[in-house]
């Protein structure tokens, strides 16, 4: 995202950022399917007890707001790398690692309540769909937590940070955002519709 | 990287950006506790907030917007392909063919 063109490339934009773009669409679509499944098993009735009937929506609230203002950290210490202003890249950094793990820690004591509620993966086969779909995302968030820590690592070596560089922050930032939107459309289908 | 002429925004502009998503998320969770008031046309405005937030994550934070039409071309096929996907199985569940 930095003015950097690429001539030599025949598509005109660097290849291992349009791998990038790629990777994020196949995301699409393993998520797509994820919810699709999901859905169909949504409004149905089964034994068991129902999800509607533990949720913690104002809970759910503040952690979506929390990736909501991760992926906020996540662009500004995008736009502070375009500057060349390593450390407050690295500050960004890890306050965007930081609220993706306070989100983890969230979807895991709300895993926890549901457990305690009788709300388990087996209970039937909503509950399965459930645990497998927001699972998944949180799975995705924890990888971005670690690439997060190890991209703060890099930036507080003596090189620092770098745009062309083979751990690129632009990678991970979208890798980051795209973990947002999915969990953007989660929140509306499975928790408030 | 970026293959266009547009600038991106400003540190203030995102913080801004993100105020809009925080006010956006605040009336999903309104509309929710307020279903009895909106009825049949909260589950159609939710949908609507959730389609806005994903338009402004991905076109301001991930750039999209001033990104290459090959990257947007790529990113819009994957969405169209999960569409698509989505629309067989929910007309499939609709005529109960599906379990």
């Known amino acids: ?193 | 990287m970026n293959e266009s002429h547009k600038p991106h925004p400003t540190p203030k502009q995102y913080v801004q950006i993100a105020i809009i998503l925080g006010i956006l998320t605040a009336v999903e969770v309104t509309l929710y506790y307020t279903e009895s008031i909106f009825g049949v046309f909260t589950n159609p405005l939710l949908i609507v907030l959730a389609v806005s937030k994903f338009v402004i994550v991905v076109g301001w934070f991930m750039h999209l917007r001033f990104e290459n039409k090959l990257v947007n071309i790529f990113f819009m096929g994957g969405m169209i392909l999960a569409l698509v996907l989505f629309s067989i199985v929910m007309i499939e569940r609709a005529s109960a063919n599906l379990f």
């Open chain 1, 1 to 193: 995202m930095s003015d950097h063109r690429y001539p030599h490339e025949p598509t005109g934009i660097e290849t291992r950022k349009l791998g990038m773009w790629i990777f994020l669409s196949t995301e699409i679509l393993f998520f797509g399917t994820l919810i699709t499944t999901y859905l169909i098993f949504k409004g149905r009735t089964f034994d068991g007890i129902k999800l509607k009937e533990v949720y913690d929506i104002p809970f759910t609230s503040v952690s979506s707001f929390v990736l909501l203002m991760s992926s906020l950290t996540m662009v500004l210490a995008h736009n502070a790398i375009e500057k060349s202003d390593q450390e407050r890249a690295n500050i960004w950094l890890l306050a965007t690692a930081s609220l993706g793990t306070v989100f983890l820690a969230g979807q895991i004591y709300e895993f926890t309540e549901f457990y305690h509620k009788g709300f388990t993966l087996t209970v039937n086969i909503y509950g399965s769909t459930f645990y497998v779909l927001t699972g998944f995302h949180g799975a995705h968030v924890f990888i971005g937590v670690i690439l997060l820590v190890i991209l703060w690592g890099v930036g507080r070596r003596q090189e620092g940070l770098s745009l062309d560089g083979g751990m690129n922050l632009e990678f991970i930032a979208l890798y980051w955002h795209f973990v947002d939107i999915v969990w953007v459309v989660l929140f509306t289908v499975v928790y408030l519709i």
